[in-house]
């Protein structure tokens, strides 16, 4: 589960992060966050969607070598 300090400073930084929802890497999700609560996550997409997910998902810092 990903901790609300790292939930804070993805927040704060505006980087995107990529959230892996299980083991095939096209089915990972790409965007900024945005708000949180003790069970979910709310995600800002690139076309500016907002996302609920799970904060049992893996979430990790995008980067520039990433798809």
Excluded: H
């Amino acid at each position: 589960m990903v901790t609300e300090e790292m939930l804070q400073q993805f927040r704060l930084s505006g980087a995107k992060v990529r959230v892996c929802r299980d083991a095939d890497p096209a089915n990972d999700v790409r965007g900024i966050v945005v708000a949180w609560d003790g069970e979910t996550v709310l995600l800002r997409k690139a076309n500016r969607k907002l996302l609920k997910l799970s904060r049992e998902y893996r979430f990790e810092a995008e980067t520039s070598e990433s798809e």
